[in-house]
């Protein structure tokens, strides 16, 4: 019976490690959550302003235990390109070298690294530490913004009456006059055990949900070709649905609008470093999509798009279209673009421009090949269940349940910090791992027992069949006697 568990405990090890796959190929895409929001409010204009180029230490938080360690930040910032821009904010952590005095010594300090290829795909930024700083009862945090104009990575923050925030810049000496209560520095310490205090009761989800606010959405520009080098299928499959964040007019007549210019959703691949080829597409059509949400929408290929390993995303928006598509400004993967008024078969390399990198409101289902004889179905949301889950979700819960940390598989720029992180969609945490473990084996106690009652109810069937089958030979046998001694009497009353 261990065996018959073991198998279907390795089977659904089997299953989830492919349903993982399946997900992973679609990562770079936006996710489905954060479509859904941004497409939610398509129309709202962007809040917050970035810090300006000084150290500004968060009063607000307090350390109170006598040693922790700080593990992630959440953070409310935008990522910009790095070819463009080239520095980095910083956090700093400051001991007070007499507790009368306001001289502090910087103790430990790490660059807040982030580029296209290892921007959050679901709009929520946890920056972790590894390894981990270690801060004392008494310690400060400090974040420090470089040169707005020429940063990769630029803090936000909030002013509204709604939030009160303890901070004051390094350096200025009068409390009375420094100390500032009304601008929500979008930064949070994450520790082990809990040790951070909130002075004002902020909270990881104010972070995050004000966080959400510093970016906007803006229609994609018509007349061009965009190519997105970054969002790449990292298997081979075929999409099912594309879903994305549009603005249409649905009581038009649809006839009429079916052959007038519209998007076109697209899969490349790079046949070399100079030459790109288009392998399929879907033509938005007004009658082959459907309204599943708050300018949001679906589209479902007549014919699945086939893809491979390493396939690009793109996009070509027609001049006028009737179909306006949407896409989040900036904190997005790198964008290639050309103009192009009809949409393009191949394109040369050499004529593309980067085009910044705005993030566009487009995600897919897909059916992936994990080998070849198994096909997993799989959507692009795989981060978050909701961006709105967050904002219930336990600090603890909120960073070690979500997939959505750090990554980046590129060569990065050399920077003076020890702390780059590997992965920003693959650093799983324990406590995912105990849980997953955990469920898997209850399921599979399940099943070991619905085999072995499955088993002991057959044992139960086929005994009743046999005995049934006995008793029947012992009745023939009964009868086939009682003839033969009324034949022997018969027999022998012939012969009197």
Request: net charge positive.
């Given at each position: 019976?261990?065996?018959?568990?073991?198998?279907?405990?390795?089977?659904?090890?089997?299953?989830?490690?492919?349903?993982?796959?399946?997900?992973?190929?679609?990562?770079?895409?936006?996710?489905?959550?954060?479509?859904?929001?941004?497409?939610?409010?398509?129309?709202?204009?962007?809040?917050?302003?970035?810090?300006?180029?000084?150290?500004?230490?968060?009063?607000?938080?307090?350390?109170?235990?006598?040693?922790?360690?700080?593990?992630?930040?959440?953070?409310?910032?935008?990522?910009?390109?790095?070819?463009?821009?080239?520095?980095?904010?910083?956090?700093?952590?400051?001991?007070?070298?007499?507790?009368?005095?306001?001289?502090?010594?910087?103790?430990?300090?790490?660059?807040?690294?982030?580029?296209?290829?290892?921007?959050?795909?679901?709009?929520?930024?946890?920056?972790?530490?590894?390894?981990?700083?270690?801060?004392?009862?008494?310690?400060?945090?400090?974040?420090?913004?470089?040169?707005?104009?020429?940063?990769?990575?630029?803090?936000?923050?909030?002013?509204?009456?709604?939030?009160?925030?303890?901070?004051?810049?390094?350096?200025?000496?009068?409390?009375?006059?420094?100390?500032?209560?009304?601008?929500?520095?979008?930064?949070?310490?994450?520790?082990?055990?809990?040790?951070?205090?909130?002075?004002?009761?902020?909270?990881?989800?104010?972070?995050?949900?004000?966080?959400?606010?510093?970016?906007?959405?803006?229609?994609?520009?018509?007349?061009?070709?965009?190519?997105?080098?970054?969002?790449?299928?990292?298997?081979?499959?075929?999409?099912?649905?594309?879903?994305?964040?549009?603005?249409?007019?649905?009581?038009?007549?649809?006839?009429?609008?079916?052959?007038?210019?519209?998007?076109?959703?697209?899969?490349?691949?790079?046949?070399?470093?100079?030459?790109?080829?288009?392998?399929?597409?879907?033509?938005?059509?007004?009658?082959?999509?459907?309204?599943?949400?708050?300018?949001?929408?679906?589209?479902?290929?007549?014919?699945?798009?086939?893809?491979?390993?390493?396939?690009?995303?793109?996009?070509?928006?027609?001049?006028?279209?009737?179909?306006?598509?949407y896409e989040q400004k900036t904190s997005g993967p790198a964008n290639l673009m050309i103009q192009a008024k009809y949409a393009p078969s191949t394109i040369e390399n050499k004529i593309f421009h980067m085009y910044e990198n705005d993030f566009p409101l487009v995600t897919v289902e897909i059916s992936a090949q994990i080998s070849p004889s198994r096909s997993i179905y799989a959507s692009s949301k795989i981060h978050l269940t909701s961006i709105e889950s967050y904002f219930?979700?336990?600090?603890?819960?909120?960073?070690?349940?979500?997939?959505?940390?750090?990554?980046?598989?590129?060569?990065?720029?050399?920077?003076?910090?020890?702390?780059?992180?590997?992965?920003?969609?693959?650093?799983?945490?324990?406590?995912?791992?105990?849980?997953?473990?955990?469920?898997?084996?209850?399921?599979?106690?399940?099943?070991?027992?619905?085999?072995?009652?499955?088993?002991?109810?057959?044992?139960?069937?086929?005994?009743?069949?046999?005995?049934?089958?006995?008793?029947?030979?012992?009745?023939?046998?009964?009868?086939?006697?009682?003839?033969?001694?009324?034949?022997?009497?018969?027999?022998?009353?012939?012969?009197?």
């Amino acid at each position: 019976m261990n065996a018959i568990t073991n198998m279907f405990c390795l089977l659904l090890l089997v299953l989830q490690s492919s349903k993982c796959s399946a997900q992973q190929c679609t990562e770079r895409f936006m996710d489905l959550s954060l479509v859904k929001y941004r497409a939610e409010h398509i129309g709202s204009e962007s809040e917050g302003y970035i810090l300006r180029e000084e150290t500004i230490i968060l009063q607000e938080y307090r350390f109170n235990c006598s040693y922790t360690r700080i593990t992630h930040l959440i953070l409310g910032i935008d990522v910009r390109s790095s070819l463009t821009f080239q520095l980095f904010p910083k956090v700093q952590i400051l001991r007070s070298r007499k507790r009368s005095s306001l001289q502090y010594d910087v103790v430990s300090e790490r660059v807040i690294y982030y580029s296209t290829t290892n921007v959050s795909t679901s709009g929520v930024f946890a920056y972790p530490f590894n390894p981990p700083i270690p801060v004392m009862r008494g310690d400060l945090l400090a974040v420090s913004q470089p040169d707005r104009k020429n940063s990769t990575v630029r803090i936000f923050a909030i002013s509204n009456n709604r939030y009160t925030f303890n901070s004051k810049v390094l350096g200025c000496t009068d409390d009375d006059h420094c100390i500032k209560t009304k601008h929500f520095i979008l930064v949070y310490p994450v520790t082990d055990d809990y040790c951070v205090k909130s002075l004002n009761s902020i909270k990881p989800t104010d972070v995050i949900e004000n966080a959400l606010k510093i970016h906007h959405s803006e229609v994609i520009q018509e007349m061009r070709q965009y190519i997105y080098p970054e969002i790449k299928f990292s298997c081979s499959g075929s999409v099912t649905k594309w879903i994305f964040g549009a603005t249409y007019d649905l009581s038009q007549d649809p006839n009429w609008l079916v052959n007038t210019k519209l998007p076109e959703l697209q899969i490349w691949k790079k046949l070399s470093r100079s030459m790109y080829v288009k392998k399929g597409s879907s033509l938005l059509k007004p009658n082959a999509i459907r309204s599943i949400g708050n300018n949001l929408y679906e589209h479902i290929p007549q014919n699945p798009l086939e893809f491979n390993k390493g396939d690009l995303f793109g996009i070509q928006i027609p001049e006028k279209s009737q179909i306006e598509l949407y896409e989040q400004k900036t904190s997005g993967p790198a964008n290639l673009m050309i103009q192009a008024k009809y949409a393009p078969s191949t394109i040369e390399n050499k004529i593309f421009h980067m085009y910044e990198n705005d993030f566009p409101l487009v995600t897919v289902e897909i059916s992936a090949q994990i080998s070849p004889s198994r096909s997993i179905y799989a959507s692009s949301k795989i981060h978050l269940t909701s961006i709105e889950s967050y904002f219930t979700m336990s600090t603890r819960n909120l960073l070690f349940s979500s997939e959505n940390l750090i990554s980046s598989h590129s060569t990065k720029p050399t920077i003076p910090s020890t702390n780059i992180p590997p992965d920003n969609n693959h650093a799983g945490k324990s406590g995912v791992a105990v849980a997953v473990v955990s469920i898997m084996c209850i399921t599979c106690s399940i099943i070991a027992f619905l085999v072995i009652l499955a088993i002991v109810f057959g044992c139960i069937v086929s005994s009743r069949k046999r005995r049934n089958s006995i008793g029947i030979d012992l009745s023939t046998v009964s009868q086939e006697n009682t003839e033969n001694i009324y034949e022997m009497q018969e027999a022998f009353q012939l012969k009197a």
